[in-house]
Each structure stands twice: as C-alpha cells, then as structure tokens.
C-alpha cells in the first residue's frame, strides 16, 4: 500500500505541478489576481505530496519492503537504519525523487515566504518551477519510477553499495541538491523578469539571499563530497577532476559570480542583462550536471545504449530549458534597459573582472569535460582529460583571480583609487612576503611554485582582514570606539571577509598537501614498525570482526613520535558478502589541521598486510576553507539587508514603482 | 572617460582574458590529455615507450604474481592480444583477475606496461565502461561478459537467499520482471 500510496501522491505533485505551470501565467495575463494566487496554494500543496512521496520510499526501506524493485536492489535487511534511510538517495530513482523533492521546498519556500513579492512576478517565478518540476516528474515516471513492485518478491535484498554506506553519504547529496537545484530559484526569477520585460535593483535583492543559501549548500556539499572520498575512497585523494566532480564545481563557479554580479546589480542597478544571463547559465550547469551524472553518459556515450531511455529523456529537457531560456534571453534581452555607467577601476570594475574570471574558469572546466566526450562521438577515441590539464588552465586563471580578491572589496563604487588600496594592502603584501620567505626557507628549495601559491594564500587572508580591520579602525582608534564600529558594519562585511579569507585557506590547505606530503607502502608484519614524517607506526595485531551485514579485518596500529605513545590507529578492510565487494576504512590522526592517514591492502598468506600509510601536511585547511566560506554566506544572508521573509523596506516599494 | 572608452576597456579585458584561457587550454592539450587503448590497439599502432596511456582490458586469470615489497605483474588481455602489466602499489579493492581494468602509465624499452596508477572505477558489475565498450567493439566479449554478469548475479542470489535454496530461483524472476 505504501509504495502505491508514494506513487499516487508523485502522480498528484505531477498534475499540480502542471496547474501551476500554466494557469498562473494565464492569471498574469489577465491581471486576474485569484488565478495567480493559484500559483502559492499548488506550490505548497506540491510541496506537501512529494514530501509524502518522499517519506513513503523511506518507509519502504526503513521496513525492508523487498516487494519494491527499489528497495530490493539497494537495500539489505541487516542494513544499519541510518543506512537504510540514507540508501534512499543511494541510487538513481531514489537520488531523482530527492531532486524533486528539494525542488518543490524552493518553490514552497518561495510560496510561504514570498509575500513581499509583487504578485505577478511571483506568479511567473512559481509558474517557471512548475515547468522544471514537471519535466523532472515525467522523467521519474517514466523512466525512474522508484515505486514499482516484483511479482514474486525476495527475501533478502542485494544491498547498497559498500562505498556509499558512510555517514558522508548521509550528507553529501543532500547539500549538494539543495545547491544544484537552489539555483532554479534565480533560474525562475530570470526567466520571470524576461517574460515580463522588467527588472530592477529590487529583483537583484530578492533574488540574491536565494543565490546565496543554494551557493552556501553547494559549498558545503562538494566540501563534504571530497573529504567522503578521502577518507573512504582509501588512497588519500580529495579531488580527481573527475566528470562527477566538475559537474558541481561548474554551478559552483558560474553561481560565485552570479553571488557578486547580483551585488553590482542591486548596488548600483548595473550589468543587469549579464545577471539574468549568469543566473541562466547557473541553472543550466546545474542540470547539465544532473544529466552527466544520471545519465551515465560520463564514462562513456554509449551507456545511452544501455539504458537509452533516461539519458534522452533527461537531455531532451536539457536542451528544452537550456535552449528555450537562452532564446528567451536572446530575443527580450535587448528590451531589458541598460543600467549605471563605471569606471574600469572601480568595486563594479572589480567584480566584472571576478565574473570575467569565475565564468572563464568555469568555461575551462566545461571544455575539459565535454572535450573527451566530444571526441569520442566525433572521432571515435578515448581519452582522458585528467589533472595535468587543469593544474596548466584552471590553475593560472584562478591564481590570477585570488590576486585580484582583496582589491576588490577596497576599492570605492563608482571610482576607485587603485593606486591608494594598493598603499593600504601594502601590510598584506608584507605578510605574503614573509609566508613566501619563510616556506621557502623551511623547504629548502624545492620548488618555487609552492611558496609562491602560499605567499598568494597569505595575502588572500591578510587583504580580507587588512579590510576589516581598516572599517573598524582597528590600529588608529581606541578601543571601545573599534569594539563599536565592528559592531555597527554590516554582516555581510562580515561576511565578505570569512568567505574570502576561506578561499585563502584552502588554497594554504591544497599547496601544502600536495606538495609536502609523504608517503609511506609496504608489506608489514605484526611489530614492524614504518616511519613516517617523524612518526613511529607499529603494527600491533591483526583481527578479525564480524559486522552488522560484513566481516571486517582490523589492524591496530600504535603511533609513537620520539618515544612517546600519541594514540591507536585501527584501518580496517570490511568485506560485504551479499555484494562480494569489499571497502576500506582508513583511520585518521589530527594533529592540529594535519593528518596521519592509515588504509589497508591485501593481506598476504603469511599474515602480512600491505599498509599505506600517508602525512598530510594542513590536509584539513581544504575543508576548513570552504567551511569558513560557507559560514561567510550565513553572515551575509544574516545581514538585515538580505534576510529571507524580512519586511519590506519603505524604499524598495518606492523603488518598484517606475518600474511599473 | 567617456562611454564608449569604458566599454571598449571592458570588452579588451574580456578578450585578453578569454585569449589567456584559449592560449592555456591550447598549449594544455598538446601533452597533458591521455589516451585509451585496448592490448590490440597497442599492438597494431606500435605505441612508443615513454608515452603516457590508459590501457584496459581484463586481467588475464592466473597472470597475477604478487612480488616483492607490493611489486605486481599481471597481463590485460582484450581476446586478441596481451600486454604485460608491472605495477608497485596496493591493487585497488575491485581489482580480480578476469574482470576489467583501466591502467595509466607508459610502456618501458622491453614492451612492458609499467604502471603508476590501477584504477577502481567500476560499476556494480566490475567493468569499466571504457573496457566493455572496447571489448564489445572488436566484437568479442559480449556473450561472455553477459553469462559472466548473470554468473556474477546468480552467486549473489545464493549469497543472499542463504539456507533456501527456493529463494535463490525466486530471486532469479524479478530481474526479468522489471527491467
């Protein structure tokens, strides 16, 4: 009955979905102010059956109903529960349920919260989700329905995916889809404003804390996707440029510079044509990415033939919104009227150049990806594009854009002084200097490039706080005075600074990890001892551990460093035998942001065990930055200017009127 | 600075960038891209020692010799031709001999593949698609590979269904009825 239940109330979100797709827009026509309303009430009452949809899969797999193909396939009735309800999203039809499912929080979000937006406009932005939630609909009907039944049901299910049982999973697409599909938001908001051929500070205004909320989730979300793969994944690798991973880092750039493009726009009511651009091309990355990750078209083209119907399903509304909002933009963009001029230096010069740059990288990584594919229809060989590629393209512009990063917010609107922000980031550059001297000398030699990357890192983070501490007056006033200037800056000054001195922190985190971390593989017997960057790691036994639905093979390890005992490391292999695979748990020990990384090979016959054994230098200062930029977010979206639902201010109504 | 001064600088800097990221991505793709080749594409286009590639195949069943100090040998075969592997490292979790493998690395003086990275990047039915799409190419492993994937699922039914033996048939139905 459940899963009936969960696929009538999917069929129900279908048919609101499409209600809410056409009839809002007839409303907006007519001026007819009840049939856009329509618009808020099926947005939450769609919310309302994909959430009981949702809710009914879990149920399924919570309660091991093997009748569901679903549950079957992916589940398994020994299965922790926490990884029976995360095996929900585990695989394809349960992953595109979630996707919907998010997407219809935006919309609801959008309806319960969206008081303050002109009626029509919000009509023609909860009319534009109603499309994109009924093309995905379709898709999952048609093609992914999680809900269908065997006739003859098992017993026992096939399990998940070893890999995929970890806490990371639990989090990971989750944060990522509210950031993929977060974006739809400003997706709407654009195609909304073409549709009814205005746009104005105040559209950037509402159309910002949306960008920023999906932005601050996809941050976190690919943040939380690599450190799954580091430490799951067994060799210590954080990113791979791997299709997958390019598929959120792309939205994750494009949505950066739609995050400061927007900020021109409400600022100074200029590049408004470029946002709606951006927001487009943001949304479109996201399903790209949708579609290169479920379609299976990544590791080859010709997975359409394996499964032809979803990859064509899920390209066809690709192309029908990537195309149908490119040729909307195309033909009423022009109508759009131009905003405030500026000079080239300048805080509006700044950010185009960080637009220029995010989007120049972005576009980088979308070659890289669909260069091979290309190549393999067209010329019919493989290749792979792989990190050597992007450490000679991406690197360079992103350097290039981490240089320019504390000028920016120094720099006055209108016309800036560049010559006067260079004198004020002089302390800055001293500091950078410093780094670079320092690292160098602690190298002692060795490249040069890592100490400069460094030096760079250093000077993100100073640039980001030299402006903090200039707003306050930090150096030249008293103190109380500074305690109450601090207070009195906005949080999204706040806010600016975390997120850029993050970008400086992971940078640090990156340069030292893949330049001074040692490594340490071989065969060890029990009291063999390897040493590693200074520390003592000794085999002290091997055993063996029966688990909930595998056998794992544990090795502990006794971690000294000069002679004094730190602590115990436990890697283990666990061996699922319902799917005859086996993973490896690698054990971690934090020593400040480094970590000593302990996984397991294969054990030989004569109780010998092949052992990697890894120190990453600052290895954590990767996930700490992007952290730190996500916290900056919050900061900003915090900020009163931003907040989500806040009453209006009285000037933004003033401002909407010549609009009208 | 008059209009059209401010635009034109906006539009000569967006070109200066756009032409550093052609210029980078351009001079990027003359030695950092790798190919892919099967043991008979090796064979036939007698590739040059020191030439980085990715080679898959499958692993020769009873290639695999373990040496000293984690040192591998083994040999990918694609049905028509076979190119020895040597590899220092741990093997990858879902590395088996007979299943699929992607290697990286180069060809040394004596025709040896020597490889710096073993790849693990399967499906839930151990094979790389870039291998089965080769494989299936030359015409030669379809069949195979389909009886090796029921063999594959029929093994996991019984590891599952445990004591009944009833179960295990049950199970081998709903795989037919749904997809």
């Known amino acids: ?497 975390l997120a850029h001195a993050g970008l400086g922190v992971a940078l640090i985190g990156i340069v030292c990890e893949t330049t001074w971390n040692s490594e340490y593989i071989a065969t060890m017997k029990q009291s063999d001892v390897a040493h590693v960057a200074g520390y003592d790691v000794k085999l002290d036994r091997l055993f063996q551990r029966q688990g909930p639905n595998y056998r794992e093979m544990i090795a502990e390890f006794n971690v000294s460093r000069d002679g004094e005992t730190l602590s115990m490391m436990t890697p283990s292999k666990r061996s699922f035998t319902t799917r005859g695979s086996s993973t490896t748990e690698a054990a971690l020990l934090t020593r400040g942001a480094s970590q000593l990384y302990v996984s397991l090979g294969d054990a030989t016959a004569e109780g010998a065990i092949a052992v990697r054994i890894y120190y990453k230098p600052m290895v954590l200062l990767i996930w700490w930055g992007p952290v730190l930029m996500a916290f900056g977010g919050v900061l900003s979206l915090s900020d009163r200017r931003l907040r989500v639902g806040a009453p209006k201010p009285a000037r933004a109504k003033q401002r909407l009127q010549p609009a009208e | 600075m008059t209009r059209k001064q401010r635009r034109m600088t906006i539009i000569g800097g967006s070109l200066a960038v756009l032409a550093l990221a052609a210029a980078l991505v351009l001079n990027a793709l003359r030695d950092s891209i790798v190919f892919f080749s099967t043991p008979t594409m090796v064979a036939e286009k007698h590739v040059e020692p020191g030439k980085r590639f990715r080679l898959g195949g499958l692993v020769q069943p009873g290639s695999l010799q373990r040496g000293d100090n984690l040192a591998v040998t083994f040999e990918v075969a694609d049905g028509n031709a076979k190119l020895p592997v040597a590899y220092k490292g741990i093997l990858p979790d879902l590395f088996r001999e007979g299943q699929g493998v992607v290697a990286e690395g180069a060809l040394d003086s004596n025709g040896v593949f020597k490889a710096d990275t073993v790849l693990a990047k399967h499906d839930e039915t151990y094979m790389p698609k870039d291998v089965a799409d080769a494989l299936k190419k030359q015409g030669h492993w379809k069949d195979d590979y389909d009886a090796k994937a029921s063999e594959a699922k029929a093994s996991d039914a019984k590891a599952s269904g445990g004591s009944k033996p009833a179960a295990t048939a049950a199970q081998g139905n709903p795989q037919g009825a749904v997809r």
């Open chain 1, 1 to 497: 009955m459940i899963a009936e239940s969960g696929h009538y109330a999917l069929v129900l979100a279908l048919g609101l979905a499409l209600i809410q797709s056409v009839v809002p827009l007839i409303g907006a026509r007519l001026h007819d102010t009840a049939l856009m309303n329509v618009a808020r009430s099926t947005a939450l009452a769609q919310l309302l059956f994909v959430g009981a949809s949702f809710m009914a899969l879990v149920m399924l797999h919570v309660s091991s109903d093997f009748s569901v193909a679903n549950v079957y396939e992916n589940s398994h009735s020994m299965k922790p529960l926490l990884y029976k309800i995360t095996g929900v999203w585990g695989n394809h039809e349960g992953s595109m349920l979630l996707w919907v499912s998010i997407l219809a929080l935006f919309g609801g979000l959008v309806a319960a919260f969206g008081n303050n937006l002109p009626l029509s406009l919000r009509a023609h932005v909860l009319s534009v989700q109603g499309w994109i939630a009924s093309a995905f609909y379709l898709f999952i009907l048609m093609t992914s329905n999680p809900f269908l039944r065997i006739t003859s049901p098992p017993l026992e299910g096939r399990d998940l995916n070893p890999v995929l049982q970890d806490i990371g999973l639990a989090v990971h697409p989750p944060m990522l889809y509210l950031g993929y599909v977060g974006f739809s938001i400003s997706f709407s908001f654009a195609i909304a404003a073409l549709m009814e051929g205005r746009i104005d500070a105040a559209w950037a205004r509402w159309v910002r804390p949306w960008t920023l909320v999906a932005w601050i989730f996809l941050t976190l979300g690919i943040a939380m996707g690599s450190y799954w793969a580091y430490y799951e994944l067994g060799w210590g690798g954080w990113w791979f440029w791997d299709p997958v991973e390019n598929a959120s880092l792309m939205p994750w750039l494009a949505g950066t510079a739609l995050l400061h493009s927007a900020l021109v726009m409400e600022k100074r009511n200029a590049l408004k044509v470029w946002t709606i651009l951006l927001s487009i091309l943001t949304f479109s990355l996201s399903l790209l990415g949708t579609f290169l990750v479920r379609s299976g078209v990544i590791t080859s083209v010709h997975a359409f033939a394996t499964d032809p119907t979803r990859g064509v399903f899920i390209l066809l509304i690709l192309c029908l919104f990537i195309g149908g909002s490119l040729a909307l933009f195309a033909g009423r963009a022009t109508s759009l009227k131009q905003g405030g001029l500026f000079a080239p230096i300048s805080r509006e010069g700044a950010l185009v150049l960080n637009n220029l740059l995010l989007t120049v990288a972005c576009a980088v990584v979308l070659f890289g990806t669909l260069y091979p594919l290309a190549m393999e229809m067209l010329a019919d060989f493989k290749m792979s594009v792989g990190a050597p590629f992007y450490n000679l393209t991406f690197a360079p512009l992103f350097a290039l854009l981490l240089f320019a990063v504390p000028f920016g917010p120094m720099l006055a609107w209108k016309r800036g002084d560049l010559l006067g922000v260079t004198q004020r980031l002089l302390a800055a550059g001293v500091a950078s200097l410093v780094a670079i001297a320092i690292a160098w000398a602690w190298a002692r030699g060795g490249s040069a490039l890592a100490p400069l990357a460094i030096g760079l890192g250093v000077f993100v983070i100073a640039g980001a706080v030299t402006d903090i501490v200039e707003r306050t007056g930090l150096v030249r006033l008293p103190f109380a005075t500074v305690l109450n200037r601090a207070r009195g800056l906005p949080r999204s000054a706040w806010g600016t600074t």
